[in-house]
C-alpha cells in the first residue's frame, strides 16, 4: 500500500474536520417501530484535510495522485498520519472521496492550498 510522501507537510489543523458515516441502516415498517440494523463491524469516517504546498511540493503531490503503483488517481488506499482532538497524531488507512482541488494561495511560503475529502478506516 502506498504512504503520503513523507517530504510533504501533513495536513493542517484548519479546516481539518472528521465526519462518522452512519453505522446502522434504518428500515421504515408498515405498523410499529422502524428496523434499525447494524451496516459495518468498523464505521469508516469522512475526513476534509487542508494542506499548504509550495510549487516543489506541489510537483511531488501531482507525481504521487498520478503513479499508478502510488494512488493511481485517487483510487488507491495509503498511509497518512493526522491529527487527532487531544493535539496528538494517528496513522491510519485512507483514500480520496473525489479529487482533491488546489487553489494558489497569496503571500507567505504556501504557494497552493489543497483541500481534499478522505474516506479514513483504522482510525
Do not use: C
Not at 487531544?86 to 483541500?115: C, D, L, N
Amino acid at each position: 500500500m502506498a504512504a503520503y510522501p513523507s517530504t510533504l507537510p501533513a495536513p493542517i489543523v484548519d479546516g481539518y474536520g472528521v465526519q462518522p458515516v452512519s453505522a446502522t441502516a434504518r428500515t421504515p415498517m408498515d405498523s410499529g417501530p422502524a428496523r434499525v440494523r447494524r451496516r459495518f463491524t468498523r464505521v469508516p469516517q469522512i475526513v476534509t484535510a487542508t494542506w499548504d504546498y509550495t510549487d516543489d511540493e506541489m510537483a511531488t503531490f501531482k507525481t504521487w495522485w498520478e503513479n499508478p503503483l502510488d494512488l493511481d488517481m485517487g483510487a488507491n488506499w495509503f498511509w497518512i498520519t493526522i491529527p487527532v482532538g487531544s493535539g496528538g497524531t494517528v496513522t491510519v488507512e485512507a483514500r480520496f472521496i473525489a479529487p482533491y482541488a488546489a487553489h494558489p494561495k497569496r503571500g507567505g511560503e504556501a504557494a497552493w492550498q489543497v483541500k481534499g475529502r478522505l474516506e479514513v478506516r483504522n482510525a
